[in-house]
């Protein structure tokens, strides 16, 4: 009887200091530095149906500046080519506004709560189905179909990537309709002990609008050549 009880008493207490799902996944998201607009410099070269492009961005730069479109398809971008990439990148939505916040990205701010599930462990990785975070109603009506899986990589403990894909067809507006929503997002070290930021995203979108024009688009980017310039 001493036994069983001293066993259990062992157990209690092993219970009682394991870590929830949900703090080994924010100590994830806490070992990355995602905040890649205001203190790193980086190339990112985006590919889709239209081409290849390769940019550079610098937050030492003035603001409306940083971003700086190098090539199209290996040439000379043209100067329809520089506006519509300087309306876009430095004015646009991936400009320097004060509205958008890169560090905001945490477990919070994917994950609903109480969605996370744990798919598999393994000597590498653990992997997560969730729901995504439906904010408002519009998001939340084009979110209810779509679930997302997140893998947290041991060796580092950061988050290694988030997916997140539809299961039943979308209608995110009148007269538009999405078979395939999927996004990927991949984060990694780049340098060993070095912090993980993202290195490639990758999107497919799949539909029809007014009964008439269909659409397939995929879309990757990748970042590469990054320099932490803004300590």
């Not at 259990?8 to 070992?31: K, M, P, Q, V, Y």
């Not at 985006?46 to 940019?55: L, Q």
């Not at 506004?97 to 462990?121: A, P, Q, T, W, Y």
Request: one cysteine or more; hydrophobic letters at 35%.
């Amino acid at each position: 009887m001493k036994i069983m009880i001293f066993t259990l008493l062992c157990l209690a207490g092993t219970l009682a200091n394991a870590e929830s799902h949900e703090e080994l996944i924010d100590r994830a998201f806490a070992s990355m530095e995602l905040n890649l607009r205001d203190y790193w410099a980086y190339t990112e070269t985006s590919t889709d149906d239209d081409g290849t492009s390769v940019a550079r961005h610098d937050p030492r730069r003035l603001e409306g500046e940083r971003w700086v479109l190098a090539s199209v398809d290996g040439r000379a971008p043209t100067e329809d080519e520089l506006e519509d990439f300087d309306e876009e990148k430095n004015r646009g939505r991936d400009g320097d506004s004060d509205d958008e916040d890169d560090n905001s990205m945490s477990r919070k701010s994917f994950v609903e709560d109480g969605s996370l599930e744990l798919l598999e462990e393994t000597d590498t990785h653990w992997l997560f189905a969730f729901k995504p975070v439906a904010g408002d109603e519009d998001k939340a009506s084009f979110l209810k179909n779509v679930d997302g899986t997140l893998r947290v990589i041991k060796d580092g403990h950061y988050v290694g990537q988030i997916r997140m894909r539809n299961s039943k067809p979308i209608k995110p507006g009148k007269g538009v309709k999405l078979e395939v929503f999927n996004t990927q997002l991949d984060f990694a070290p780049i340098s060993e002990g070095g912090p993980a930021l993202p290195q490639t995203v990758d999107t497919h979108v799949k539909g029809r609008a007014m009964l008439l024009i269909s659409f397939n688009e995929k879309a990757h980017i990748e970042y590469s050549d990054f320099q932490k310039v803004v300590q």
